[in-house]
């Protein structure tokens, strides 16, 4: 996993690490990231609830899309997550 996410000195391979958790049995992927990455990424598979948290933000925001992105990061954004699933199911 270690290559699939970087090496030093020359970024992060954002897109090839969610591809790497893609073929593994889940129901959502939280990511934690400043969105520098070197390569796209893609939608989350089908049926998962994907979150992409922008931690290197200094805004706060919420957006839809095929990523549930959240910009900024407190303590509290998992209590988020848990009551938007709740609320959606």
Known sequence: MRD???RPHGGTHLGAAVRYFQDR????????TD???QDPVGAP???V???MINVASTER????GDWTRLTGFSEQ????IQVQET???
């Open 4 to 6: 699939a996410i970087g």
């Open 35 to 37: 969105e520098e990455g």
């Open 49 to 51: 609830q994907g979150y």
């Open 45 to 47: 598979r089908r049926g």
């Open 61 to 64: 925001s919420v957006g839809f």
């Open 87 to 89: 609320a959606s199911a």
């Open 25 to 32: 049995p889940h129901n959502r992927l939280i990511v934690l």
């Open 77 to 80: 954004v998992l209590s988020w």
